[in-house]
């Protein structure tokens, strides 16, 4: 499985910071954020599969165009999994016919160009071999992380979340555990917004991977623009130990 980064940044603003998203193989994507507007129309058009984490728009902004862009092209409606309260979210504040159309309903409700799949923590969807299992998260709306497993060698992508004793728990049960993908939006100044709006800084960012019993390669992502250099130096104080890295666009794990 190759898994390629299209976006990991908690902002924009040139043309090397985009949303977040990822593309496994070419026809899965982990979130859908602005990332994936660098896609040519017949990347887009192989999509089968997304897998949202939460409704925050840095995180789904893309999934109405791909839909509008790409819908007509296809044989088979594109398939958007996410926990059921997420699903919720995008149908009553998205796919509305206010801000976008209903693309679950169009061109009919019996061929549809997006199709919704509910899914729950700790289930596991199988798609041509590969393992996806939604993992919890701690967010300010409901959320999940992401558990990407190809057989011989597995990624952990935290999503958004701010401290999370579940999370560990369960990575530390995972045997074939290679990569964690994990946030940090804040520099340590700013740990009561971290707080707050329930992601990570850099001295909790140590105190979670601290929880991590396993020896894997770190990376991190949501950086906010204007504050990466800052918050990388942090990271290096608080969790060097951990050697983590900052997580780039276009970077390609293949596992």
Same mark, same amino acid.
């Given at each position: 499985? $190759? ?10 603003? #040139? ?8 593309? =496994? &193989?070419?026809?899965?994507?982990? &979130? ?5 507007? &660098? ?24 999934? %109405? ?5 790409? #819908? ?9 999994? *996410? ?34 799949? %509910? ?23 409901? =959320? ?8 011989? =060698? ?16 369960? *990575? ?25 709006? $329930? ?6 960012? =140590? ?17 906010? %623009? ?17 050697? %983590? ?11």
């Amino acid at each position: 499985m $190759k898994l390629r980064i299209l976006g990991c940044s908690g902002g924009i603003g #040139g043309r090397h910071l985009r949303t977040t998203s990822m593309l =496994a &193989d070419h026809d899965v994507l982990i &979130d859908a954020g602005t990332g994936v507007g &660098d896609l040519s129309l017949t990347e887009l058009s192989l999509v089968d599969h997304i897998f949202v984490t939460h409704s925050h728009l840095d995180h789904i902004a893309t999934i %109405p165009f791909i839909a509008d862009t790409v #819908g007509g092209m296809r044989n088979n409606p594109i398939t958007v999994y *996410a926990i059921p309260a997420t699903l919720e979210i995008m149908r009553n504040h998205i796919f509305n016919w206010s801000v976008w159309p209903d693309f679950s309903q169009v061109p009919s409700a019996d061929k549809p160009f997006m199709r919704y799949q %509910p899914i729950s923590v700790g289930e596991t969807v199988v798609i041509r071999g590969r393992r996806i299992t939604a993992l919890p998260a701690n967010h300010t709306v409901p =959320a999940v992380g992401y558990h990407v497993d190809s057989g011989s =060698a597995s990624l952990l992508f935290t999503g958004d979340t701010g401290t999370n004793d579940e999370l560990w728990r369960i *990575a530390n049960r995972i045997e074939n555990l290679r990569y964690l993908i994990i946030e940090t939006a804040f520099c340590n100044r700013e740990m009561d917004l971290a707080i707050v709006s $329930k992601h990570l800084c850099p001295s909790m960012l =140590a105190e979670e991977l601290a929880k991590l019993h396993r020896t894997v390669e770190t990376y991190i992502t949501h950086l906010k %623009p204007g504050e990466i250099e800052l918050t990388m130096q942090e990271i290096e104080e608080c969790a060097g130990q951990f050697a %983590p890295r900052m997580l780039q666009n276009n970077q390609v794990f293949d596992f």
